[in-house]
């Protein structure tokens, strides 16, 4: 059955994990990997939004949805199932070739000739020389290599080095394709080389010894770093408890405050009730002895007791007593409430300094890209959110192209919206390290700005660039200028590209913007503390247009 099979078993075998396919799938360049592998290579990548092939790398956007190779997955269960295993990789750990030679147990070899291309053990070599005395055949200690000893054109020894091909080659290939090169013996390009070597080593030596001070510097900033941030944790949790227990005390003191005049004002109430209580007993005594008298017959009796019954009980210091009828602790609460909004509003600018100054401890400078190539790997996918976008403002292209229309565009109503500004955002975010391109026409602005940004009026509140949320590169046939709290930097620069590159290190604080033509044309570099995500964001003028390439 195994013979039933492609005989190259390689084909069923993952380049990632190096084993039997498990639930092969094939991407559209082709190349089959297991699903999690390819998946695990891709979960990686997500911050870059660019997915590759890590053979050909060819490039997928947006993520391809992967799907089981059903033929793929039939065949490599029915090669499980015989047992037929892939075939081992080779490896570069070297092993002494044995002598061609001895039959029976083999010797191993040492030494090889490359006349003869044999190699010998000590006995044969022995022999060997015998049989060519005088050192008619040139034989070399033996090597695993000895097919790269032998002119595979001519099959004759490579004695010679060519210097224009940097090749080494027979004496025949000096009579052919190498006739009139600049030849040396192998010898002395070695010698010559060998001088090489020794400068080469001096560097690497230097090098590894920059690298050793370095990673010992390394070492020495991560252990100061580990014992700075314990020291900061305990010293935070040391203060929070603190404050805690502050605030613990506050709402104790503000209990027993409140505890306090209830308990005085219930007193008072309390004596007054009971002598309130008393009179109105008194009064219905008397009231009842009045009562009774009204009934009786004896006129003396009558004139007699009524005097005397019919006088009001005098009230033992009881006043007049005026009620509070809005007993209520209800501004208490209300100056609780303000307290607590006070104290959330204080702690929210307090906590997005304390964030500004953790991010700002990096044990390891960031260093900006040099190149395009470096740039790219940077490169985030980000499309226009149509929330924002002004009603003058055509989106197409999947959101990803931006023109000023005159005519209204009829996007419904959206708290999001720019309603007076000819802006749109982002619907992406940006919180690490991130580069993007754009294309322009026109009189643009090219924007981060934080998602806070005011949305509504036409003030500088809501305008890119003219407030502490955003930041904004102006861009027209005749000028450039950068702008960020209303401050304007000219920068005096004339650029032809109409594309330009918005480099953002979040953690480091750093935007860049380039113009992108040949090279990489740096326009401004902005240093600050950034405390909120940031989202791209354009302003055009019209007749104009922006691309994010």
Not at 17 to 43: A, E
Not at 311 to 332: H, T
Not at 347 to 367: G, N, R
Request: charged content about 25%.
């Amino acid at each position: 059955m195994a013979g039933a099979f492609p005989s190259n078993q390689d084909l069923f075998t993952c380049p990632i994990c190096l084993d039997l396919l498990q639930v092969p799938v094939t991407l559209h360049c082709g190349h089959s990997y297991c699903m999690d592998c390819i998946k695990g290579c891709w979960d990686q990548e997500d911050q870059k939004r660019v997915y590759s092939c890590p053979q050909c790398r060819q490039t997928f956007t947006p993520r391809p949805v992967l799907n089981k190779n059903n033929i793929f997955a039939e065949l490599v269960e029915q090669i499980r199932k015989t047992g037929v295993q892939p075939v081992a990789r080779a490896s570069n750990v070297y092993v002494q070739p044995e002598c061609d030679v001895c039959t029976g147990g083999k010797l191993k070899a040492v030494k090889s000739c490359l006349e003869c291309l044999v190699y010998y053990c000590q006995t044969h070599y022995e022999a060997h020389n015998e049989l060519h005395p005088g050192q008619e055949h040139k034989v070399v200690d033996v090597t695993d290599q000895l097919q790269e000893r032998i002119c595979s054109q001519h099959g004759k020894p490579v004695e010679v080095f060519c210097r224009r091909d940097q090749s080494c080659v027979c004496l025949l290939c000096l009579m052919d394709e190498h006739k009139g090169h600049d030849t040396v013996t192998a010898t002395a390009e070695r010698s010559e080389k060998q001088k090489q070597l020794g400068e080469t080593k001096r560097k690497f030596q230097q090098r590894i010894k920059e690298r050793e001070n370095e990673l010992q510097e390394l070492k020495k900033a991560v252990e100061t770093l580990k014992s700075s941030a314990q020291t900061a944790v305990e010293d935070s949790d040391r203060i929070f408890t603190e404050m805690i227990h502050t605030i613990e005390r506050r709402r104790a003191e503000v209990t027993d405050l409140i505890r306090g005049q209830e308990k005085a004002e219930v007193s008072r109430a309390e004596e007054l009730l009971r002598q309130l209580e008393q009179e109105i007993a008194a009064l219905k005594r008397r009231d009842a002895e009045l009562k009774q008298l009204s009934l009786t017959d004896d006129h003396i009796h009558f004139l007699k007791t009524f005097q005397s019954v019919s006088e009001l009980p005098k009230s033992k210091d009881l006043p007049c007593i005026s009620i509070n009828k809005s007993l209520s602790f209800e501004a208490v609460k209300r100056s609780v409430s303000t307290l607590q909004e006070q104290l959330e509003d204080f702690c929210k600018l307090e906590a997005m300094a304390i964030s500004a100054a953790v991010t700002e401890v990096q044990a390891i400078l960031p260093s900006e890209p040099t190149t395009r190539e470096d740039f790219l790997q940077y490169s985030c996918h980000f499309t226009l959110d149509s929330n924002t976008a002004h009603r003058q403002l055509h989106l197409s292209e999947g959101n990803r192209r931006a023109e000023y229309k005159i005519e209204l565009q009829s996007y419904p109503d959206h708290p999001e919206r720019f309603d007076d500004w000819w802006q749109v955002l982002c619907r992406e975010g940006v919180s690490g390290c991130c580069y993007w391109e754009i294309e322009w026409s026109g009189l643009v602005y090219i924007a981060v700005s934080y998602k806070n940004i005011s949305r509504k009026g036409g003030n500088d509140n809501s305008f890119f660039g003219s407030n502490d949320q955003s930041w904004r590169l102006r861009l027209s046939s005749s000028s450039f200028s950068l702008c960020h709290k209303n401050k304007e930097i000219d920068l005096s620069l004339v650029v032809s590209s109409n594309r330009i590159g918005v480099y953002v290190d979040y953690r480091a604080g750093i935007l860049s913007f380039y113009s992108i033509s040949d090279t990489m044309t740096l326009l401004h570099r902005v240093q600050t503390t950034f405390t909120h995500t940031l989202y791209p964001g354009f302003w055009l003028d019209a007749g104009s247009s922006v691309k994010l390439v």
